[in-house]
C-alpha cells in the first residue's frame, strides 16, 4: 500500500486514483485471497476445537509477523519487542499444553 499511495496523496488527487491502482495491483489480490483462505481456515478449526483453543493458537501469527517484518521488510524490531513476542510465545505454548476443561 505504501507504493500505491499515502493518506496525503488520496487527500490530494481524491479517492478514485489510489483506489484504481489498488484493484489493479496483483499484490493486493494476492493479499485478499491469502486473507480469505485464512479466514477459512480459522472458521474451519472453530469447527474442530474451542475458541479458547484456536485462538492461542493462532496468535502464533504474532511471532511469524515480527519476524517476517524484521526480514523481509527490514523494519526495525527493538529487543522490547523480541521480548514482547518471546511472552506471547510462551503464553501459547502454556495454553496449547493446558488439559480442556470439562464443564
Not at 6 to 17: D, K, M, N, Y
Request: charge should be neutral; hydrophobic fraction near 55%; proline fraction near 4%.
Amino acid at each position: 500500500m505504501k507504493q500505491i499511495g499515502s493518506a496525503s496523496g488520496i487527500v490530494e488527487t481524491g479517492l478514485l486514483v489510489p483506489f484504481v491502482h489498488a484493484i489493479s495491483s496483483p499484490t493486493i489480490w494476492l493479499g485478499t485471497a491469502l486473507l480469505l483462505i485464512a479466514f477459512l481456515l480459522f472458521s474451519a478449526a472453530l469447527s474442530w476445537a474451542d475458541l479458547s483453543f484456536v485462538l492461542p493458537t493462532v496468535s502464533i501469527e504474532v511471532i511469524v509477523n515480527v519476524a517476517f517484518a524484521d526480514y523481509f521488510l527490514n523494519e526495525p524490531v527493538s529487543a522490547v519487542r523480541w521480548i514482547g513476542t518471546v511472552f506471547v510465545s510462551i503464553g501459547v505454548i502454556l495454553v496449547m499444553r493446558s488439559e480442556r476443561q470439562k464443564g
